[in-house]
């Protein structure tokens, strides 16, 4: 038997070999090297059983054996590795100014990274256009190196629904948006599945599998573009909340009587917090890069009212920070975005104020750290999203091309 959410269903022999593909492919995955025999003592599946499963993963390209070790006591064995060699998983990231694509291979090697300029026009339809010309060169490059690509995620900056709509990017001037629906049209239907996601929550599924502090359990990722939205890891699963809109701590109010947020109320974290605040006003997109840059560089040579502003902040984004610690007690919050070059000046005061608001002993064993993965953590996170769903059995069928 299986269970849904409907209660318990008949499971027929496909979706117990599935589900038993899945548990041999991910243990290939942590655990590589490793043997047949590994498997079948870690997992609980009978040898045969094992030989079976590894043998389909290796027909299909998924796992490949590497030689034999000596290393251990008894015969030498077959060692077994992750292949994937034909397949690619593609993350894109869709922001104020440009767009962010990365495809991995099955282990989470980068095959490509592209960042390319993006305006999102004056209408939904112009803007997917122009993310579905950057995602069919994608498709198309992965086809000329021979690989199937498992899947497409998409990360938006804004609320999306638990079933990938986009039902507000205030950012992109985006509303009740089928992104999903309106870019499978753009690419012609192209055989692969297309999800859509919250940004902070495919960055905060990059953190969890490929960041510093991978596989941890409990985790936060704070975005620090032009808005703050929080990705959040409860017990190893990502938190959506009931329609999918959890993680907007860039709107919760630190100060009534403080400066106006985009979003029309005032104090809010993101508007005392967030990049505008950190710049005083937000510059066209094209320019904030290199005012963060200048803002840097002064911090670097003591400047007062720099050194002064990122304090202020930093105590804002601690503020933030805290009532994350005592709500949620996660492992680490990782900030992400702008505030990674920022972090050496941010971080100092965000941890006096952890320990002067979390209630637990040592902030309850929260830690803030910057993020070590680069600006595309959300698209790195969009392509581990498509291998989370090859790890929960969605295995792949035939090569997809676009014509």
Same mark, same amino acid.
């Given at each position: !038997? $299986?269970?849904?959410?409907?209660g318990?269903?008949?499971?027929?022999?496909?979706?117990?070999r599935?589900t038993?593909?899945?548990?041999?492919?991910?243990? =290939?995955?942590?655990h590589a090297?490793c043997?047949?025999?590994?498997i079948?003592?870690?997992?609980g599946?009978?040898?045969?059983t094992?030989?079976?499963l590894?043998?389909?993963?290796?027909?299909?390209r998924?796992v490949?054996e590497?030689g034999?070790?000596e290393?251990?006591?008894?015969?030498?064995?077959? !060692?077994?590795?992750?292949?994937?060699?034909?397949?690619?998983a593609i993350g894109?990231?869709?922001?104020v100014?440009?767009?962010?694509?990365?495809?991995?291979?099955?282990?989470?090697?980068?095959?490509?990274?592209?960042?390319r300029?993006?305006?999102?026009g004056?209408?939904?339809?112009q803007?997917?256009?122009?993310?579905?010309a &950057?995602i069919?060169?994608?498709?198309?490059?992965m086809?000329?190196?021979?690989?199937?690509?498992? %899947?497409?995620? =998409?990360?938006?900056?804004g609320?999306v629904?638990?079933?990938?709509?986009?039902?507000?990017?205030?950012?992109?001037?985006?509303?009740?948006?089928d992104?999903?629906? #309106?870019l499978?049209?753009?690419l012609?239907?192209?055989?692969?599945? &297309?999800q859509?996601?919250? #940004?902070?929550?495919?960055?905060?599924?990059?953190?969890?599998r490929?960041?510093a502090?991978?596989?941890a359990?409990?985790?936060?990722?704070?975005?620090?573009?032009?808005?703050v939205?929080a990705?959040? &890891?409860?017990?190893?699963?990502?938190?959506?909340?009931?329609?999918?809109y959890?993680?907007?701590?860039?709107?919760?109010?630190l100060d009534?009587?403080?400066?106006e947020?985009h979003?029309?109320?005032?104090?809010?974290?993101e508007? !005392?917090a967030g990049?505008?605040?950190?710049?005083?006003?937000?510059?066209?997109?094209?320019?904030?890069?290199?005012? $963060?840059e200048?803002?840097?560089?002064?911090?670097?040579? %003591?400047d007062?009212?720099?050194?002064?502003?990122?304090?202020?902040v930093g105590?804002s984004?601690?503020?933030?920070?805290?009532?994350?610690?005592?709500?949620?007690?996660?492992?680490?919050v $990782?900030?992400g975005?702008?505030?990674?070059p920022?972090?050496?000046?941010l971080?100092?005061?965000?941890?006096?104020?952890?320990?002067?608001?979390? $209630?637990?002993?040592?902030?309850?064993?929260?830690?803030?750290?910057a993020?070590?993965?680069?600006?595309?953590?959300?698209?790195?996170?969009?392509a581990?999203?498509?291998?989370?769903s090859?790890?929960?059995?969605?295995?792949?069928?035939?090569l997809?091309?676009?014509p």
């Amino acid at each position: !038997m $299986i269970t849904s959410t409907t209660g318990p269903q008949p499971a027929d022999f496909a979706d117990v070999r599935a589900t038993n593909l899945a548990v041999v492919l991910r243990f =290939v995955r942590e655990h590589a090297p490793c043997s047949r025999a590994d498997i079948a003592a870690s997992t609980g599946l009978n040898k045969a059983t094992v030989s079976s499963l590894v043998a389909d993963l290796i027909d299909r390209r998924l796992v490949r054996e590497t030689g034999l070790t000596e290393n251990r006591v008894g015969r030498p064995a077959t !060692m077994l590795v992750l292949d994937g060699s034909p397949y690619a998983a593609i993350g894109v990231e869709i922001n104020v100014d440009h767009v962010s694509a990365v495809a991995t291979d099955l282990a989470g090697e980068r095959l490509l990274t592209w960042r390319r300029s993006f305006s999102a026009g004056d209408s939904v339809n112009q803007g997917v256009a122009s993310v579905g010309a &950057i995602i069919r060169r994608v498709v198309n490059r992965m086809a000329k190196e021979e690989r199937q690509v498992l %899947g497409l995620a =998409v990360a938006v900056p804004g609320l999306v629904d638990v079933q990938g709509t986009v039902r507000l990017a205030p950012n992109l001037g985006w509303r009740d948006a089928d992104i999903g629906g #309106d870019l499978a049209k753009a690419l012609r239907d192209p055989g692969f599945p &297309i999800q859509v996601d919250n #940004d902070a929550n495919l960055a905060a599924l990059a953190e969890q599998r490929w960041g510093a502090h991978a596989g941890a359990s409990d985790l936060v990722y704070l975005t620090g573009e032009i808005g703050v939205g929080a990705g959040i &890891i409860l017990d190893g699963r990502l938190r959506r909340g009931g329609l999918g809109y959890s993680g907007e701590i860039g709107h919760v109010q630190l100060d009534p009587e403080g400066p106006e947020c985009h979003c029309g109320r005032r104090g809010c974290l993101e508007a !005392m917090a967030g990049i505008g605040a950190v710049l005083r006003k937000i510059p066209s997109p094209a320019e904030i890069q290199i005012e $963060i840059e200048e803002s840097v560089r002064l911090a670097r040579t %003591g400047d007062p009212g720099t050194l002064a502003a990122l304090d202020s902040v930093g105590r804002s984004l601690g503020r933030g920070v805290s009532i994350l610690a005592n709500l949620l007690n996660p492992e680490v919050v $990782i900030l992400g975005g702008y505030y990674v070059p920022l972090a050496p000046w941010l971080l100092p005061a965000v941890h006096e104020e952890l320990s002067d608001r979390v $209630i637990a002993a040592e902030a309850g064993g929260c830690q803030v750290v910057a993020s070590t993965l680069d600006h595309d953590a959300a698209a790195l996170g969009g392509a581990a999203r498509v291998l989370d769903s090859i790890d929960s059995g969605r295995l792949p069928g035939g090569l997809s091309r676009i014509p």
